[in-house]
């Protein structure tokens, strides 16, 4: 059982940065590194979408609405995956969630497909 944690969410204003960051512990397979792990995020009353997954071997993929702006990144040695936000936007708050899956073939991830969740992380950009 693959346990995720996220933290590093906040309150911050338009144009600001801040790094999310998903913990993996518990890890089944040989290790954290054998898993795709993505970002997601869901406004109030919205659906959740991804944003922003990374393959085992670090291929990255963007949401057009995030592209040039979030970065997504690994250390399998530390067992983390990290997202970094720059220049955020209002519309940028959400609660943020890291899932993962072990088969991925690439592309935005859809969350119905995720084996693996964590419990979320605010983060709110005023203007």
């Known amino acids: 059982q693959l346990r995720l944690e996220e933290s590093g969410g906040g309150q911050v204003q338009a144009g600001d940065s801040l790094r999310l960051t998903c913990a993996g512990s518990?890890?089944?397979?040989?290790?954290?590194?054998?898993?795709?792990v993505g970002w997601f995020r869901q406004p109030l009353g919205k659906e959740r979408e991804s944003i922003a997954p990374?393959?085992?071997?670090?291929?990255?993929y963007y949401h057009d609405d995030v592209k040039g702006r979030f970065t997504i990144s690994r250390d399998n040695a530390k067992n983390t995956v990290y997202l970094q936000m720059d220049r955020l936007k209002p519309e940028d708050t959400a609660v943020y969630y890291c899932a993962a899956r072990g088969l991925y073939l690439g592309g935005l991830l859809d969350p119905d497909d995720m084996d693996y969740w964590g419990k979320g992380t605010q983060v709110t950009v005023s203007a």
């Open positions: 518990g890890y089944s397979f040989s290790g954290f590194g054998d898993y795709a």
């Open positions: 990374i393959s085992y071997n670090s291929n990255t």
